[in-house]
């Protein structure tokens, strides 16, 4: 006899329904306040796999916390499968994170250049490429100025 077809994915234990649940939450960016000359940015910053689990309970966790009820268990259970449909509020927290680290897309060139300055003048040699892509690009912007020295 067939099985009938359904829309929803079929788990064989509440387990895997729980990890595909944070997966789906679990952002790859976050928001980082950076003060710079007075102002506070809020600068995108990728981050692992841990911090982001580590995000996706803590905001599966509020999210069960706002519910209205007093049943806990029914609570989490609700919002786990409202997380796993996608209409949850923590998936609308990941959404906004993403919507806003797009927005703020411009103020995350400080923390590239804070790496390359750390890379060239601090000589600490993280990544070897890096420094000879960064070796290149200044030896691009000495020969374009000198060319310009030239000329006058």
């Not at 006899?1 to 960016?29: C, E």
């Not at 927005?103 to 000589?123: E, P, Y």
Request: glycine letters at 6%; hydrophobic letters at 40%.
């Amino acid at each position: 006899m067939p099985k009938p077809l359904t829309t929803a994915p079929q788990f064989s234990n509440t387990t895997n329904r729980v990890q595909l649940t944070i997966r789906g939450v679990t952002p790859g960016i976050a928001l980082k306040a950076r003060r710079v000359s007075g102002s506070t940015h809020q600068v995108p910053v990728e981050i692992g796999s841990t911090q982001g689990k580590a995000l996706a309970i803590r905001w599966l966790l509020g999210a069960y916390r706002k519910r209205p009820g007093r049943n806990m268990a029914l609570k989490l259970s609700s919002e786990l499968v409202d997380a796993a449909k996608g209409s949850d509020d923590a998936i609308h927290k990941k959404e906004e994170t993403r919507r806003m680290a797009e927005a703020n897309r411009a103020f995350s060139t400080r923390i590239f250049m804070k790496a390359f300055h750390l890379l060239v003048f601090d000589g600490s040699f993280i990544f070897p490429e890096l420094i000879l892509i960064f070796g290149l690009i200044l030896l691009l912007m000495i020969d374009s100025t000198s060319d310009k020295k030239d000329l006058s």
